[in-house]
T-cell receptor, first 117, second 114 residues
Framework: EPEVTQTPSHQVTQMGQEVILRCVPISNHLYFYWYRQILGQKVEFLVSFYNNEISEKSEIFDDQFSVERPDGSNFTLKIRSTKLEDSAMYFC???????????????FGEGSWLTVV | DAKTTQPPSMDCAEGRAANLPCNHS???????VYWYRQIHSQGPQYIIHGLKNNETNEMASLIITEDRKSSTLILPHATLRDTAVYYCIVRVAYSGAGSYQLTFGKGTKLSVIP
């Protein structure tokens, strides 16, 4: 069964350092997402991406975050200058192209656990 | 904020049916009910979704009331591996351009007991 894959599974970084989290979405999917989950809290939406641009973003997704699809298979989340409160599990997700009056399921990866020290 | 209300926790005996309720009294006509689960901080796993008719797949059944204000996810024969947090999510079907992102609540922590 096709799946969303994420790397690394766990990363420890020093405060102020840049971090790039990588994702390979399901191959025929064209919508991509990042969510995060701080330990013990809810899963929160960060950003969605379609046709090489951001479709939606939440208040969490401020100027320190950026997303990119550098090639035909990868989708990345960059955190420019990490803060202690960025420590969380980051989930990448993808879905098929959206068609009018239909709804396509979002599938999640297993997550990248980021620890900022 | 999530538009659904779920009990914070439930227990179910192994082998029995697990019935997880969800209230979504403010659901709109163009909104679907989605169910996901999260096993021990793994990525959320899609289970099932529906608009107004009952749905069944290999994982579960979804029963939606006629007024669509509530639903029940049924795991017919719960196993220990079904222990997880279950999320009921209301998601708009179409509102023009957009990605229809999911808004997670706190979900129901289901514990399947041997």
């Amino acid at each position: 069964e096709p799946e969303v894959t994420q790397t690394p599974s766990h990363q420890v970084t020093q405060m102020g350092q840049e971090v790039i989290l990588r994702c390979v979405p399901i191959s025929n999917h064209l919508y991509f997402y990042w969510y995060r989950q701080i330990l013990g809290q809810k899963v929160e939406f960060l950003v969605s991406f379609y046709n090489n641009e951001i479709s939606e973003k939440s208040e969490i997704f401020d100027d320190q975050f950026s997303v990119e699809r550098p090639d035909g298979s990868n989708f990345t989340l960059k955190i420019r200058s990490t803060k202690l409160e960025d420590s969380a599990m980051y989930f990448c997700a993808s879905s098929e192209p959206q068609h009018r009056a239909t709804l396509n399921t979002i599938y999640f990866g297993e997550g990248s656990w980021l620890t900022v020290v | 904020d999530a538009k659904t209300t779920q009990p914070p926790s439930m227990d179910c005996a192994e082998g029995r049916a697990a019935n997880l309720p969800c209230n979504h009294s403010t659901i709109s006509g163009n909104e679907y009910v989605y169910w996901y689960r999260q096993i021990h901080s793994q990525g959320p796993q899609y289970i099932i979704h529906g608009l107004k008719n009952n749905e069944t797949n290999e994982m579960a059944s979804l029963i939606i009331t006629e007024d669509r204000k509530s639903s029940t996810l049924i795991l017919p024969h719960a196993t220990l591996r079904d222990t997880a947090v279950y999320y009921c999510i209301v998601r708009v079907a179409y509102s023009g351009a957009g990605s229809y992102q999911l808004t997670f609540g706190k979900g129901t922590k289901l514990s399947v007991i041997p």
